[in-house]
């Protein structure tokens, strides 16, 4: 089985300062790694997601995330975020034979002037 | 396309009511699920398929049921609604197992009095 765990519940950042959101997840198999982010009301989108390759990966919105496999770690960085980017993030994990994602709790992104 | 649908937007039932959240997506994808989120605890696989007529469970299945008669649709229902059902569900569709990226409905907000 695989599990993620999000190490914040919650981080506060000033506008146009970086950010990292952590996520460490374990698994006894290969797995794919994704991050999704949840405005205010709404359903969950892709941000960007890791299959193979290269182990950094942009995604949508100016994020980025680093796969390290030795520290089990998929963090998701942006160099400097807006207020738009206050939101729910998930980061989520899914063997190559899985079916359905196994999601983290969540970390809140609050982006204040 | 629409992308995935669920109806209603809103629900608020009785304890001991019974009722069916309606999902459909129009992309053709063989993977649906049905999650629900609740505060601090992320999303959490209720069921999911794989295909017409392939269903199994996920992490807390206890008190819904699901059947998958089409590609296009993946109704859950509440048998007997307890307040500990009270929550926000999401569906979700992908066309392939493991490194699709996941599309979500829009959720439905239940409230179990």
């Known amino acids: 089985a695989q599990s993620v765990t999000q190490l914040d519940s919650q981080v506060p950042v000033f506008e146009e300062a970086p950010v990292e959101l952590r996520c460490n997840y374990s698994s006894s198999v290969s797995v794919y790694l994704f991050w999704y982010v949840q405005y205010p009301n709404q359903g969950l989108q892709l941000l960007l997601k890791?299959?193979?390759?290269?182990?950094l990966v942009k995604g949508i919105n100016g994020f980025e995330a680093e796969f390290n496999k030795s520290q089990t770690s998929f963090h998701l960085r942006k160099p400097s975020v807006h207020i738009s980017d206050t939101a729910e993030y998930f980061c989520?994990?899914?063997?190559?034979?899985?079916?359905?994602?196994?999601f983290g709790k969540g970390t809140s992104l609050l982006v204040t002037p | 396309n629409a992308g995935v649908t669920q109806t209603p937007k809103f629900q608020v039932l009785k304890t001991g009511q019974s009722m069916t959240l309606q999902c459909a997506q129009d992309?053709?994808?063989?993977?649906m699920s049905w999650y629900r989120q609740d505060p601090g605890m992320g999303l959490r696989l209720i069921h999911y398929?794989?295909?017409?007529?392939?269903?199994d469970q996920g992490e807390v299945p206890n008190g819904y049921n699901v059947s998958r008669s089409t590609t296009e649709d993946f109704p859950l229902r509440l048998l007997s609604a307890a307040p500990s059902q009270t929550s926000v569900y999401f569906c979700a569709s992908n066309r392939l197992a493991g490194t699709d990226t996941q599309y979500f409905g829009p959720g439905t907000r239940l409230t179990v009095l």
């Open positions: 992309m053709n994808h063989e993977y």
């Open positions: 989520a994990v899914v063997s190559n034979s899985g079916y359905a994602l196994n």
């Open positions: 890791y299959l193979s390759g290269s182990t």
């Open positions: 398929s794989v295909g017409a007529g392939i269903t």
